[in-house]
């Protein structure tokens, strides 16, 4: 079975920098694309950004490009998204997924993953 945990979220100020993890396990971590998402109280679950297998990465452009960037660490079997100049916007739970045979259409779409973690709080304060 398939775990995922992520940590590393808390409270910032604005502008600042958090790096959030997501360990996998019962799985094959190399296999899986990785994405982030996240949800904040009243609106719908949003894309993040996500990772393939091969380390080819996407962000939702609008949002959070050149602030945050995505990688992974398959000898930790880990994704790791770190977030700088962090504004109140921000706020929100955030939930690392995973998918296999993810096309990179599709790598936006929360149906496209197979695996939730738990989600981890990130609160920006202005």
């Known amino acids: 079975q398939v775990q995922l945990v992520e940590s590393g979220g808390g409270l910032v100020q604005t502008g600042g920098s958090l790096r959030l993890s997501c360990v996998l396990s019962?799985?094959?971590?190399?296999?899986?694309?990785m994405g982030w998402f996240r949800q904040a109280p009243g609106k719908e679950r949003e894309f993040v950004a996500a990772?393939?297998?091969?380390?080819?990465?996407?962000y939702d452009e609008e949002s959070v490009k050149g602030r945050f960037t995505i990688s992974r660490d398959n000898a930790k079997n880990t994704a790791y998204l770190q977030m700088n100049s962090l504004k109140p916007a921000d706020t929100a739970v955030y939930y690392c997924?995973?998918?296999?045979?993810?096309?990179?259409?599709?790598?936006?779409?929360?149906?496209?993953?197979?695996?939730w973690g738990q989600g981890t709080q990130v609160t920006v304060s202005s």
């Open positions: 019962g799985g094959t971590f190399s296999s899986y694309t």
């Open positions: 990772i393939t297998w091969s380390g080819d990465s996407t």
């Open positions: 997924a995973a998918g296999l045979l993810v096309v990179r259409s599709a790598l936006p779409r929360p149906h496209s993953y197979n695996y």
